[in-house]
Each structure stands twice: as structure tokens, then as C-alpha cells.
């Protein structure tokens, strides 16, 4: 998968428009569209700033990492310490959502990788 569309795959799993990641980026929605067309390169720091936003490494965003090898495994347990039982329903209910929006996820990343 190209830079592009790593960052267009990241910007639609994350729920956002091209214009709203640029406008964290402080950058020109077209940059966003460029970027993700692969029809523009992008500078170092942009790339961090990418990265830092998505909380990938700069490495997944150029190709050379997998996804999944940065998640930590027990991320989900050291987070869940000191919450309170409401604060752990929620969690729940965020993780049902999740669960029920995974098909339409799993379709996104194949239309992606389809594109290669």
C-alpha cells in the first residue's frame, strides 16, 4: 500500500474528513487530497506530525512496518486500572460499537489493499 493511501486508510479508520485532518495539521485540504493521491510528497516534519496524529510510527506510514506490530498486547489491561464500574460499562459499550462496526472496517482495508 502506498504512502496515500495509508494516510487515506488511517484518515477514514480514524472518522475524519480531509478537511478536518487538515485543519489539525494546519495545512490546505488539498494537500490532504495530494497527499493521498500520492500526487505530492511530503516533508519530514509532516510525516512526524502524520504519524504522531495517527499514533503509527513514521515507519508504518512508509511502508516498511506492519500495523499490527505496534499495538501493544496488553494495552487494553493496563488502561482499564483505576476506572470506575460506569467508567468500565462505557468502555463496554465502545467496544460493542466497535465490534459492530468491524465488517465496515474490514471492507475499507480490502477496497484499500485492492488498490495497491
Known amino acids: 500500500m502506498s504512502l496515500g493511501k495509508r494516510i487515506a486508510f488511517l484518515r477514514k479508520k480514524t472518522g475524519i474528513s480531509q478537511t478536518e485532518l487538515a485543519n489539525k495539521l494546519k495545512v490546505s485540504p488539498s494537500s490532504v ?5 500520492d500526487q505530492r510528497a511530503l516533508k519530514d516534519d509532516t510525516l512526524v506530525r502524520l504519524a504522531d496524529f495517527f499514533n503509527v510510527p513514521t515507519d508504518y506510514l512508509l511502508g516498511r512496518e506492519n500495523e499490527n506490530s505496534f499495538i501493544p498486547e496488553n494495552l487494553a489491561f493496563d488502561n482499564l486500572e483505576g476506572l470506575t464500574d460506569e467508567d468500565l460499562q462505557k468502555v463496554n459499550e465502545y467496544i460493542s460499537i466497535i465490534k459492530r462496526h468491524r465488517e465496515e472496517i474490514d471492507k475499507i ?3 484499500f489493499q485492492g488498490d495497491e
Open 33 to 37: 487530497a495530494m497527499w493521498e493521491t
Open 109 to 111: 482495508e480490502k477496497e
